[in-house]
């Protein structure tokens, strides 16, 4: 471990965190897990230890399978949805909080009216457009950079 630059002794926290985290998804038992792609490594120690645990004990845990989603960005646009952030739409939110919380996401700066051709990649609620309603998405991106008040 000197070569990382890393104390001869590890901590507990370097070992651990990782397992700890495995036997957070194992303790229930998921056949899939819902996250997102910078967990790829916990799944796959999950996976590690539910296999090697089912050879020695017989078939204890399922092998779960990560679902990858797609990351969000938080409402202003630029960083991660993260907890502890503002820019963030939790599930719990009611639809009143959840609406406010849209109404504030970032637009297009330099759009001033209606009218003006938009740039809807710039936009976060654009962002959870593509994501959430895929059907339409196209149709409105080509509004956004038509201008919406063109008879679109």
Known sequence: MGKLGIEDRATFVFVGYPVSQ????????????PVGPDQRPHIELAQEVASRFNRIYGEVFPV??????????????????????????????????????????VT??????????????????????????VENAEDVAGACRNGYGNGV
């Open 22 to 33: 495995a036997a957070d998804i194992l303790l229930f038992r998921p056949r899939y897990v």
């Open 64 to 105: 779960p399978d990560g679902i990858y989603g797609t990351r969000l960005n938080g409402t202003d646009g630029q960083s991660k949805m993260a907890r502890g952030m503002a820019m963030r739409i939790d599930l719990v939110d009611g639809e009143e909080m959840m609406r406010a919380k849209v109404m504030d996401m």
């Open 108 to 133: 297009d700066p330099g759009r001033v009216r209606a009218t003006d051709p938009g740039r809807p990649e710039v936009r976060s609620a654009f962002h959870y457009r593509e994501i959430f309603d």
